[in-house]
Structure formats: structure tokens, C-alpha cells
């Protein structure tokens, strides 16, 4: 365990994160981790405190809404331990603004200020065109960017986010500021989502399960990826009511262990590459087929020059959807084997299903 990763009491140390990202020139931190050791709290005050103006984000509108009532809003656990005087008035239809506040004369909460941060979802991200972001895109925390598997997902989400994170940056490197710091942070609930598939991540973060790697520095890409595996306070949370219900669940493997919802392993084997070809790769894949039977196996490496090469784009999978479908019908048949059940994941994903 990374022991400067978590302060105190155990819940995560964004001086020492943000710290390490400056350092390794990643703006880009990605946090996946357990149930409520600290994430967005952690950030939420770390912000509060060094007075930082920033874009809060949700996955939808309805789940920023959500957060919008005071009941629900993040800043209320702050307030609670902090005696801090957040709360959230709307900006527009579309926008929420989070205020210090104060209860005037009449009784009736009022803003005090201009707003600390703003709230924004990335299904209605292009609302914010018109709308100046310039004094708050600093940093952007994009609160739970890992939808649940049973959420719908936005139509091109990775790509939704990209151009999220052009429209709200508004040529700030251009202008010669430093890169806007992007904290991501999300419960390991699948590991094919959407951003993990378009930024080739799907690999790296199942290598560091594996391993029990916690921080990887990806600095060509300037991504920060934390994968929390020995968080202090899940170990604790191991031996309360709720975990001894859930043990040996999915549920209790993603919240505590940080595993992501693992597929059917019966697929999941090891092959001798000498006795494949390879015949395909399509994004982080290469696919093979054996030379003497019908069988298929699908790995990352690349040993060979394939006939055909996709990129995980849209159109490029649509059209190896198209040109490869026999390999989906072996695969629905059992004839298709995988180096891990993460290949199987992208495999199904790159497939559309």
C-alpha cells in the first residue's frame, strides 16, 4: 500500500495526488475505487479549502438535478463537519451553481457571491456553448464518469466528454495557461466503459488489479490512474453489517476490492500463439485463428501481420461488425477463447453487444 496515498483517517490525500500529477505533468487523474473512501469528499473539500473555482460534472442531467436538492448536494457532509455555508441555486435550466450562502431577513436562503463552482452533465454539455466558464476551468471534477451497468449509456459518451473538455478549456494551453487539471473518479463497476475503451485503458487498469498496483503515470498520454486497492477504509468496512450480508458477492468484490463485475471465465484460457495466425486487429485487440481447427483466440499481443487492422472508432467498428461477423457467431458457438475475461469484455463491447 502506497501509505502517502491516504491521509489520516484513511480516506484518500488529494495534497499528495494533486501533487504527484503536477509532478509527472499528468493533468489527467483518474480515481476508481471503492464505496465512500473518500473520493468526492475528498476533492470537494481539498477545493473548498485552497478556494479553488471549478466545474463539477455528473454523467446526466437528471443525476445532476439529483445532487442539485439540499438534501443530496456533495457539499452537505462538508458543511455538516466543516461549518462551511454551501448551497446550490440554479443558473440556468441546465446549470447549478454551488454558493456560499446566508438566510436573509425574510428567513429565505441567499446566494452570497459569485458561485464556487458550477454544475454541469455531459448529456447537456453543449448547453454550456454560451455560457463563460472561463474563471472556473481550472480543474474539472467529473463525479461516478464509470456508469453503472445497469445505466443507459450517452450516444458516444467518450466522445461526448472529449468535446466537453474542448468546449469548457476554451484554448486556455493556447493562451499559454497550464492544462486544465481533470480529476475522474468513479466506483469500479465495469471495466469495458466507455472512456476506459476510447483512451485504450481497458489493459493497463486490469494489469494494475492484478498486480496490486494503486498509481501508474501514463505521462504519454498525461494520465494519472489510481486503482485503490488497499484503501484503509474499506478494510474496515469489511467487518460492518452491510459486507457481512454481501460477502463473496459482485457487490462486495467492487466495493471493497475495487474488482470490477467479472464476466463468465470459461473462455478465459492460455494458448501457444505458434499454433494461431493472426488475421485481425481491431483497437486493443488481435484476433487469431488457429491453423489446423475452427477455434479463435484473442489476445493483445501482436505477433504477425494481420489482413485487417479497425481502430476502436465508431465507424471503424461498425464496419468490423460488418466485415468480421462470422467471428461473433463462432464466439456465440464457444468457438472464441480469451487471455483474460477483460479481451472478453472488449470483445462483446467492439461487437456492440
Known amino acids: 500500500m502506497n501509505k502517502k496515498l491516504y491521509a489520516d483517517k484513511g480516506y484518500l490525500n488529494f495534497e499528495y495526488i494533486l501533487q504527484q500529477s503536477e509532478k509527472h505533468n499528468c493533468p489527467y487523474i483518474m480515481i ?35 445532487i442539485s436538492r439540499p438534501e ?14 454551501i448551497s446550490t441555486f440554479k443558473i440556468s435550466k441546465y446549470v447549478t451553481g454551488f454558493y456560499h450562502s446566508i438566510v436573509d431577513e425574510d ?77 475522474l473518479l468513479a466506483n ?10 476510447e483512451l485504450n485503458l481497458v489493459n493497463t487498469a486490469d494489469r494494475m488489479i492484478r498486480k496490486g498496483e494503486e498509481i501508474r503515470f501514463i505521462e504519454s498520454k498525461g494520465i494519472m490512474l489510481l486503482m485503490l486497492k488497499d484503501s484503509p477504509i474499506s478494510s474496515a468496512k469489511s467487518n460492518t453489517s452491510l459486507y457481512k450480508l454481501s460477502q463473496n458477492t459482485d457487490f462486495s468484490d467492487m466495493a471493497l476490492h475495487n474488482n470490477f463485475v467479472a464476466l463468465e471465465r470459461d473462455a478465459v484460457t492460455s494458448k501457444d500463439l505458434k499454433e494461431y495466425r493472426l488475421i485481425t486487429l481491431v483497437g486493443e485487440l488481435a484476433i487469431y485463428k488457429h491453423k489446423s481447427r475452427v477455434e479463435f483466440y484473442v489476445t493483445t499481443h501482436v505477433s504477425g501481420v494481420p489482413a485487417s487492422v479497425y481502430e476502436a472508432t465508431t465507424n471503424q467498428l461498425r464496419k468490423f461488425r460488418l466485415e468480421k461477423r462470422d467471428i ?11 487471455e483474460s475475461y477483460t479481451m472478453q469484455v472488449l470483445f462483446e463491447k467492439y461487437f456492440g453487444n
Not at 125 to 147: K, Q, T, W
Open 72 to 85: 443530496l448536494m456533495p457539499f452537505t457532509a462538508i458543511n455538516n463537519d466543516t461549518g462551511s455555508d
Open 107 to 183: 428567513e429565505k436562503l441567499k446566494a452570497v457571491g459569485d458561485p464556487i463552482a458550477i454544475g454541469c452533465a455531459l448529456s447537456t454539455i453543449s448547453n454550456l456553448r454560451g455560457f463563460d466558464a472561463s474563471h472556473y476551468n481550472d480543474y474539472l471534477v467529473f463525479d461516478e464518469f464509470i456508469p453503472e451497468r445497469h445505466e443507459r449509456l450517452i450516444k458516444d459518451e467518450a466522445s461526448a466528454f472529449l468535446n466537453a473538455l474542448e468546449t469548457v478549456a476554451r484554448n486556455r494551453e493556447l493562451q499559454g495557461k497550464k492544462p486544465m487539471t481533470v480529476l
Open 32 to 66: 476508481v475505487g471503492g464505496r465512500a473512501v473518500g473520493k468526492t469528499y475528498g476533492i470537494l473539500k481539498y477545493m473548498l479549502e485552497h478556494e479553488h473555482r471549478f466545474i463539477f460534472m455528473r454523467r446526466t442531467q437528471t443525476q445532476l438535478d439529483m
Open 188 to 197: 469500479a463497476n465495469n471495466i469495458s466503459n466507455p472512456l476506459f475503451i
Open 328 to 338: 461473433w457467431v463462432h464466439y456465440c458457438v464457444g468457438r472464441v477463447k480469451f
